[in-house]
């Protein structure tokens, strides 16, 4: 810690912290408040009367319900959008799996020909082959 013994040197010798004050004296126990004393017992419970509560009706029986016309219409217009959106979904699943197909009858068809020309190839490999045993 050189940074320290340069500040030493700089403001003439070593510095030492100021004496701590007097900590005050401690009173007796007899001088101090003194708090109530608390039960340490817990109180009996009290009995509470419980409410005889009907059964909830069965959710067979129909009921009529009211609502505001507003977000009837709200509701109605929500959900056309979500089968609108729906079909606009299928119709490009639809498509999608139209184009795969094509796919997989044009990489067919580059598999067909892959295969003839290497049949090709090696009938012509084959020929050269037996032309020069000749």
């Known amino acids: 810690m050189d940074f320290l013994q340069k500040k030493a040197k700089v403001f003439g010798g070593e510095r030492s912290l100021p004496k701590l004050p007097e900590l005050p004296k401690l009173t007796t126990e007899e001088e101090l408040p003194a708090y109530p004393m608390l039960s340490r017992t817990t109180p009996d419970p009290v009995a509470k009367t419980v409410r005889n509560l009907k059964p909830i009706t069965t959710l067979g029986t129909k009921s009529t319900v009211f609502i505001n016309i507003k977000k009837y219409k709200d509701i109605m217009g929500t959900i056309e959008d979500m089968q609108g959106k729906i079909e606009q979904l299928k119709n490009a699943l639809d498509r999608i799996s139209q184009i ?4 997989a009858e044009i990489v067919a068809g580059w598999n067909a020909l892959l295969r003839e020309v290497q049949e090709k190839a090696a009938e012509v490999d084959s020929k050269l082959d037996t ?4």
């Open 100 to 103: 795969k197909t094509k796919e």
């Open 131 to 134: 032309t020069e045993e000749l």
